[in-house]
């Protein structure tokens, strides 16, 4: 499958714009297509509670990252759609999660699986398996971009943005897996805290803040000191080019329980390993090193349980064969959407920090001989 890759450059509103315009079918082809839209996201927010979550998430947006809501709304103005349901498919992870748990019936909309291998003399990678509803992988594409400096409403302004990132149709940057030009890698793994919040920054935006991040302990302070937090937890695994003694880490968050504004953040570093010791760390869609209570979907316990059945990874292709593996017909690590596992994994994306390069599959990583691309990183 051919890679939809656009080139822009431009302020925020601009680069919106170019990607709603170039993408102008895939977005909209995606909102008719993707049936949790349809189904679950309109109705609720045709319903009283769900117009009052919408306000209160696009109240904040807006007061948080101006920035980034030119961004959505140059998108919805170039790729011809409304804005409201752009902005709604922004807050998609949240209200799935809000309307699941009434139900005690938490299964996975979405979901990923990323794996780290870090060894002294090589290989050291982050790999990430992208998994989403089978339309981002019909529809999705990947923007390099160059954003503007940016004057927010105080006077105090923004640096040049420069990034690279796989997007689903009509959202923003940073969702998936993306690189920067200060030589952070980043994915991202959804997780399921209990603490969802209405009136928080929707998990989306901040994954786009982060792609401004220039070291791990920015990306943290992005995360603690984002004016409210986060209404959804994740996890952000970022390895860099340069720096931090060959370390990577794990970030994981969530929104503070109770009425107090604010995020958790636990950070996990994986070091570098001596040949003939535990060079690999595996994470899913649940939270790891944050102590919170969660949502545990089946999907994560069971590619968590064949990770455990398989030998540890050594080599660039131990990793490929577990992002690939098939063994498990109901869950497989590498999704196909089975019969109890509607998700498929529409890309694999290997960041080789030796090599200095992002490869990215499009079929399975474990027999597809070559990548489809090839990005050369750079810091």
Known sequence: MALRILHVSGTHREIGLQVGRTFRRQIQDFLQKYDKFRTLLLPFLDSTEG????????????SV???????VQGTAEGAEVSFEHLFLLHCRPEILLMLKSKQENVDETSGCTSAFLNFCNGPRLL????????NVQKLGYIVVANVKPYQLPNGDVLPEENFTSFCYPGILPGVAYAYNSHGVCFSTNAQLAKSLKSDRIVRHFMNRALLTASSVEHAVDILKNTPVGVALGFCSNLATLH???????????????????????SVRGIEQ?????????????????????QWRTPSSQHRKARADEMEAAKTVQ???????????PDYP??????????????????FDLEAGELEIYTGNPKTQPEPDCVFHLCA
């Open 333 to 350: 690590v590498y999704r196909t959407g089975t019969m109890k596992d509607l998700v498929i994994t529409a890309t694999t994306a290997v």
């Open 65 to 71: 990252y101006p920035q980034y809501m030119e961004e």
């Open 51 to 62: 117009r009052k979550v919408y306000e209160g998430y696009l109240k904040v947006a807006q």
């Open 127 to 134: 790999a990430h398996n992208e998994d989403a509803d089978a």
């Open 318 to 328: 131990d990793v490929l064969n577990f992002l690939g593996d098939t063994k498990d």
């Open 273 to 293: 390993a001596e040949k003939g010791s535990v060079g690999h760390y595996y994470h899913y869609n649940m939270y790891d090193h944050l102590d919170i209570p």
């Open 243 to 265: 720096g931090d003694r060959g370390r990577m880490y794990s970030i994981e968050c969530a929104p503070t329980e109770g009425e107090s504004s604010g995020t958790l953040v």
